[in-house]
């Protein structure tokens, strides 16, 4: 490894925490025994997302009726899945929203993507209902929030490297590798660890842009998610930063039932909603 481990590790450690009730809420869904109570109890004792908890069940986009005045109300509204997605991207927006032109990427252009990919996978997810995992949305999120730390170790002369690597087509993690030693997927692997959430979502991205190097269905979900988020931002608002995979691994199109047909109609969507669902975490 080119970079130092202790400046890699310190690094991680100096990251603003991820805010506890998110922490909690990734960590309650991923047992099998949760229950609604406890969810409700998580974000009750949350003074800053209660709030937006309720103003999103009583949004018009989710509105059917009786104003929803409770957080039991209000997760039974949204489902347990939806207040999860709201309390992580809440949670990440601000980290995200920074510029990082080591990567290429201006104010709010990784927090853009990231939302894309998010919606990506929520859209796949509703497309193969039991075939995706619900955390889908929370992996994608997430799933470039490497960059974060590996940007401070990007010096003049190795970004220069990492363009001249996207000039002749070498993939980024590849051009990561060669230039440092590590690539951002699996430090991002070690943040999600080091915020003590759950083993799936830290194998999804560890493994998002080599998803059959794990049999962890979420990885697939987040590699094709991350294309797709790719593909829509290209066809809408131009591509942004350096480029990543252009075309999904073809297993884990198969592993998720999928057909790379398939992919252009949530592309579309994605185009449409990015903007709103955008809104919407703001």
């Not at 974000?43 to 018009?60: E, H, K, M, V, W």
């Not at 199109?253 to 809104?279: F, I, N, T, W, Y």
Request: proline share 4%.
């Amino acid at each position: 490894m080119l970079l130092h481990h202790h400046g890699i590790a310190k690094a991680i450690e100096s990251l603003e925490p991820l805010p506890a009730t998110a922490g909690r809420l990734a960590s309650l869904l991923a047992r099998s025994d949760w229950e609604l109570r406890e969810v409700e109890e998580t974000i009750a004792l949350d003074q800053a997302l209660t709030p937006r908890i309720l103003a999103l069940a009583n949004s018009a986009l989710l509105s059917r009726g009786s104003e929803i005045a409770t957080v039991r109300d209000a997760v039974m509204r949204l489902g347990a899945q939806s207040v999860v997605q709201v309390a992580m991207s809440v949670g990440v927006r601000k980290r995200l929203t920074k510029a990082l032109p080591q990567y290429g990427l201006t104010d709010g252009q990784l927090w853009s993507h990231s939302v894309a990919c998010a919606l990506a996978a929520q859209l796949l997810s509703n497309k193969k209902r039991g075939k995706i995992p619900p955390e889908a949305f929370t992996a994608a999120l997430m799933h470039d929030i490497g960059k974060l730390v590996l940007a401070r170790f990007l010096d003049q002369e190795r970004v220069a490297g990492l363009v001249e690597a996207q000039k002749a087509g070498t993939p980024l993690r590849l051009a990561e590798l060669e230039l440092l030693g590590i690539e951002h997927a699996e430090i991002g692997a070690a943040v999600v660890a080091h915020w003590k959430l759950p083993e799936r979502l830290r194998l999804a991205v560890q493994y998002h842009h080599t998803p059959t190097e794990t049999d962890e269905l979420l990885a697939s979900a987040v590699h094709v998610a991350d294309i797709v988020g790719h593909r829509a931002e290209a066809a809408t608002v131009g591509v942004l930063g350096f480029e990543a995979d252009v075309e999904p691994d073809p297993i884990a199109l198969e592993r998720l039932g999928l057909v790379p047909a398939e992919l252009d109609e949530v592309v579309e969507k994605v185009g449409k909603e990015l903007a709103d669902v955008l809104r919407r975490y703001a």
